[in-house]
RNA sequence: UGGGGCGUCGACAAACGGCAAGUCAGGAGAUUUUGGAUCUCCCAUGUGGAGGUUCGAAUCCUCCCGCCCCAGCCA
């Protein structure tokens, strides 16, 4: 749908053209996406599907969809499922099935053996905390392992009793061996497999052993032969390793030139939010949301949940870019994305969300009639429909006031607005409640010289409401969303993220009035209520007792002009 | 005080030695049966700072300042 609009290039799009150029890799460019199976996709992921499908798509290449299944006490099939439903969902194609890094333990365990063979690898009994203490720190270099220098045999025997299940945890790991004095932190003689007694949720209880993902993340790509690995930015340090890793396996003849390159890119931030799989695990975890796919998540099944469509998210992921400098993209440029979208192709329909009886006193009582109602503005095709009209209606609270400030061109006593498709009417009586004083309901005339709208005088109205006849219309119940956290970077006032959670994040409204017909509408359908904003219905939603998400607002110029009145 | 990155408009982000793109936000107007949508116009004499090279610097050089990442047997 958008995927034809031309996209403007970008830094890795750019150095890629420059490999084609010169042919390093035969003109092809094969791309993957790589999460870990322990949480939830999330925007950020979205930014990067996008861009590693994408040039795919632009290079006429292809992308995998390889889970890095590498630490099993993590991963869950769950988060697999949900994974490849999320990439799916967004519309793109991987093939019949993705790939997994447990594919490949054979090959690892292999590959480490030869590291081993060459003396580029070795057993170390080290302690954790020992090894933590002789890396040294950020200024000071590192101490070599005593068991640094153990033979070539004596590592092989030992590296076999680690896979054969003769060591507890943690009693040895298999190292790197490069340089403990490095300034770089991660070539001072890495950690490339540890024990782990723990299942797998592919290979069971194959394994006792399991490659960190230094080791495991470069043998996978040059295993799928990719040719641009996309990461982002907090892996740039592991480059040197990722280099040398593969030219150690090149030159043992494991793997064959030329080797992939991997590219770093800042990752997405976004105002108001997280985009943390270990945070939105909290958020889960703690209740703060009802789960993943929570309408107010940044996931991608929450926002799907929420209404979105994958066209804005992939818009979005668009106009975001792509570079390395560290950013926060404002939350409005999605809101824009899904709005442009939706104004496309939802149907405009009329529903209250806080219903105000009006009561048309010239109006017979039995009566009623169907005015023709336009579909969506923006697209002739999706033609018109009737909505039913009678004496009794209900309007939005918020469209009367008893004393309307200046600029307030709704309803007022004594004013005349327009009914949208059908009749102005005119405020004549105000009926409170007693004791309260609150506005109960409106008593109004209406003029059936300008049915449909238009009144022949000529004479012009500066507001119309949406309404809903009462007689007609349904019961919906109504979730309002406001964003998660009230803070644009949660957890810069207080260190906390928490401490920035929005307690009004969601409204429940359970008594609005949708027009009639609507509560068949079946999950997931997208209507703009007019005037209210785009709504969705929920996934638990039934058409005895529907339920709608409010997606996004419509832009609201009055409340700009309220909120400037107030200062 | 080690290593690796990054500083261009309120927010993103182009510009690759030759007139500082575009988008969102914001402002003004037109239009409108959604205070929506749409359309038009405005919105960085300046690119973290100071020097230097050059006819010409966001771009090259030097120094300085600021921000981010790295000391998991996480990814």
Known sequence: MTDETPRQSDFIRESIAVDQESGIYGKRVHTRFPPEPNGYL?????????????????????????????????????????????????GFDFGPAPLYASDYFDFMYKAAEYLITAGHAYVDSQSADEMRENRGTLTSPGKNSPFRERSAEENLRLFREMRDGRHP?????????????????????????????????????????????????????????????????????????????????????????????????????????????????????????SGWDDPRMPTISGIRRRGYTPEAIKNFCERIGVAKRDSTVGLGLLEYCIREDLNRRAPRVMSVLRPLKVVITNYPEAEDEELDAINNPEDPSAGTRKVPFCRELYIEQEDFREDPPKQFFRLAPGREVRLRYAYFITCEKVIKDEKTGEVRELLCSYDPKTRGGDAPDGRKVKATLHWVSA??????????????????????????????INPKSLEVIKDCRIEPGLSAAAPSSRFQFERMGYFCVDADSTPEKPVFNRVVILKDTWAKVEKAQKK
């Open 471 to 500: 007689r007609h219309s349904q019961r919906a119940e109504v979730r309002l969303y406001d964003t998660l956290f009230t803070e644009t970077n949660p957890g810069d006032r207080t260190g906390d993220f928490r401490d920035d």
């Open 42 to 90: 999330h925007l950020g992921h979205a930014k990067s599907i996008c861009l590693n499908f994408g040039i795919a798509r632009d290079f006429g290449g292809r992308c995998n969809l390889r889970f890095d299944d590498t630490n099993p006490e993590k991963e869950e099939q769950e988060y697999v499922d949900s994974i490849i439903d999320s990439v799916r969902w967004l």
């Open 169 to 289: 945890d943690g009693s040895m790991v298999l190292r790197a061996k490069i340089d403990m004095a490095s300034g770089n932190i991660n070539l001072r003689d890495p950690a490339i497999y540890r024990i782990k007694h723990a299942d797998h949720h592919r290979t069971g209880s194959t394994w006792c052993i399991y490659p960190m993902y230094t080791y495991a993340h470069p043998v996978e790509d040059a295993i799928e032969q990719i040719t641009h690995s996309i990461c982002t930015l907090e892996f740039e340090d592991q480059r040197p390793f990722y280099d040398w890793l593969l030219e150690r396996l090149a030159e043992g003849g494991l793997f064959k030139r030329p080797l992939p390159r991997q590219i770093e890119f800042a990752r997405l931030n976004l105002s108001h939010t997280i985009l943390s799989k270990r945070k939105l695990i909290q958020l889960v975890q703690d209740g703060h949301v």
